[in-house]
């Protein structure tokens, strides 16, 4: 192996996540109810993984497909929208996990009225829209959950500094819920949810600070 076979492997690589094998996006809509700005979410179906859990739109990015791509197939698939009622307004900060899983979320706009959405039943047990009034004036309950590290028998611990005592970084990250009307808003779902408003409120700050 030379310096020129290393340069030639390296040139136009674009830097991935490692061991991220799982690659999802979604999207978190707005629509317009009553002259009204409100997000719309799905309750999972029965028939799916997670069900009866609140979520956007979404799933798995297929093969030769963008991110933006699959939250937009995802959407038109799960609540029966056409693809030009469809307005992508830009990317939400996206989600990584110890799942190895990475989940690219969008905002966009649904040009459609809520009633004439025909659902698709074997992916969604039903739709409901919440006032994006609601989240800028409420924030989330918010746990901790904290993994611990289980490793498998005839680990290896000879082979690292400090044996069986090694001092494992713990790996934890906060649980956020929204209750609103008997759902319940939880999850990346809600993290999504407040990474989006949290974005607006900076925003509105900004506004009001540089209006001064």
């Known amino acids: 192996m030379d310096i020129e076979t290393i340069k030639q492997k390296y040139k136009n690589v674009i830097a991935k996540p490692l061991e991220i094998n799982q690659f999802f996006s979604v999207l978190l809509p707005l629509i ?33 497909e963008t991110y933006k791509e ?10 029966g929208i056409a693809r030009h009622q469809i307005e992508i307004i830009g990317e939400l900060d996206y989600i990584t996990n110890v799942s190895n899983f990475i989940l690219y979320p969008y905002v966009g706009i649904l040009h459609d009225d809520a009633i004439n959405l025909i659902i698709n039943k074997e ?8 006032p994006l009034r609601y989240f800028l004036e409420n924030e989330p309950e918010e746990y901790h959950l904290t993994y611990k590290t289980d490793l498998e028998n005839g680990f290896p611990f000879y082979k690292i500094p400090n044996g069986e005592n090694y001092q494992w970084r713990k790996i934890g990250y906060p649980v956020l819920f929204y ?34």
């Open 70 to 79: 699959a939250a937009i197939r995802e959407t038109q698939e799960e609540i």
């Open 123 to 130: 992916e969604v047990e039903e739709i409901f829209t919440v």
């Open 179 to 212: 209750h609103y009307k008997g759902y319940m808003i939880w999850g990346m779902t809600a993290k999504i949810t407040r990474s989006f408003v949290n974005r607006l409120r900076d925003s509105s700050s900004q506004f009001s600070h540089d209006e001064k």
């Open 32 to 64: 317009t109810v009553d002259e009204e700005l409100h997000i719309l979410f799905e309750v999972r179906s029965k028939s799916v993984h997670q069900p009866g859990e609140v979520s956007f739109p979404g799933g798995s990015v297929e093969a030769d």
